[in-house]
Each structure stands twice: as structure tokens, then as C-alpha cells.
């Protein structure tokens, strides 16, 4: 699923959105490059940890500005900076 998430400074972020079996030890990442990001979540999270970790990684992206190449690690277990 693609969505568009503009963030504090106006500028678009294209956020490609997917669940991943791969992920063992991970809640789930964002990568970002240029304006483009990725967010991956766990398929083997609860319906809530995985809305709660789409939550916190996406308010993450709204304070990231476009350009930067990042990647952001979540986990379920930890709180939100």
C-alpha cells in the first residue's frame, strides 16, 4: 500500500507500506532516501502493536525532512522517543 505523508516543512514523502514474514526480531523499520520511504512492520505482530508501530514510525517521518537517508529500527518493547 503507497500513501502520501507530508511532513512539518510541506514537503511530500512517498510511504510504500508493507508487512513482512522475514521479520523476527524486529517490530519493524522505516528506510528513507530522498523522498521516497519504506515503512515495514512484522506480519507476526497483534492488529494493535502493528497500528501503534505504523503510529509512531509515520509521526517519525512527519519530523524527518526530505533528503535524508535514514533508517529508523522499532520495536513494540520499546517507547517512543
Known amino acids: 500500500m503507497e500513501l502520501t ?3 512539518r516543512y510541506g514537503d511530500p514523502w512517498a510511504v510504500e507500506q508493507r508487512e513482512s514474514e522475514a521479520l523476527t526480531r524486529l517490530g ?3 528506510m528513507t532516501y530522498g523522498d521516497q ?3 515495514t512492520l512484522n506480519a507476526r505482530l497483534s492488529e494493535a502493536d502493528k497500528a501503534r508501530g505504523r503510529e509512531e ?3 517519525r517521518l512527519t519530523t524527518t525532512p526530505t533528503g535524508i537517508s535514514s533508517t529508523v ?3 513494540p518493547d520499546t517507547d517512543s522517543e
Open 28 to 30: 519493524g523499520f522505516l
Open 5 to 7: 505523508l507530508v511532513n
Open 73 to 75: 529500527l522499532w520495536h
Open 37 to 39: 520511504s519504506c515503512l
Open 57 to 59: 514510525i509515520l509521526d
